[in-house]
């Protein structure tokens, strides 16, 4: 966490620079500090979190700790998705990757640090479901939750052609397969029928991404 903190003050700290030497308007250097002060707090309190323990303490006022992990991280999510300027490239790039070069986006930047934040959130979500399960092993099937998490993602709205989407609905979508599942085992359903009823969802959810998106392309068309 140490190193963590480190290398992304580090990086804030090399962008504000570079940003200041080139006469490019960048924060000062007293709120570059702040933040990289505020990085390492919030860090500090995060380890805290994790080395608490659970067999004691397995909730925070009544509610599971994976809860208030999950809100912050969405949190911040939504906040760099939908408030910053990365997040408007993001979205340019998925719906019109040319576009967004000619405009002056940086794609292969863009695009691995979305790569990055991917695998990062990824590393997150692993470690909360090692914590919910009490370990992990080298022939755990990923395959369902992979299938899972790119369901959630499309019935919440995201469009698999990129361009469309948004964390909270991507949450809600979550919140639909985990009833679909629930309900399925409460009945006792076979674990067979629960990948197909899942993958039907997913079936109906990209159809239906599909026909927007064909019948939106068709109506720019018409208008031109």
Known sequence: MV???LIVGGILW?????RRRSGLVAPPASLTILKIALIAVVSVVVVAICNINRAATGTLAGVPWVIPIVLAVLAVW????????FGRYIYAIGGNPEAARRAGVN???IRTWC??????????GGLLYASYLGGMSNNFNGGQIVLYAIA?????GTSLFGGR?????????????????????LLAIDVQWQFIVTGFVLLVAVTIDALSRRSATSGSAARV
Do not use: E, P
């Open 14 to 18: 090399w962008s504000d620079s570079r």
């Open 3 to 5: 190193v963590l903190v």
């Open 165 to 185: 989407g948004k964390m909270l609905h991507g949450v809600l979508g979550g919140l639909v397969i985990g009833g679909i599942y629930n309900g399925l085992y």
């Open 78 to 85: 939504m906040m760099l998705v939908q408030r910053t300027r």
């Open 107 to 109: 794609l292969a930047s």
């Open 152 to 156: 959630a993602a499309v019935i919440g």
């Open 115 to 124: 790569f990055v934040l991917c695998a990062f959130t990824a590393g997150i």
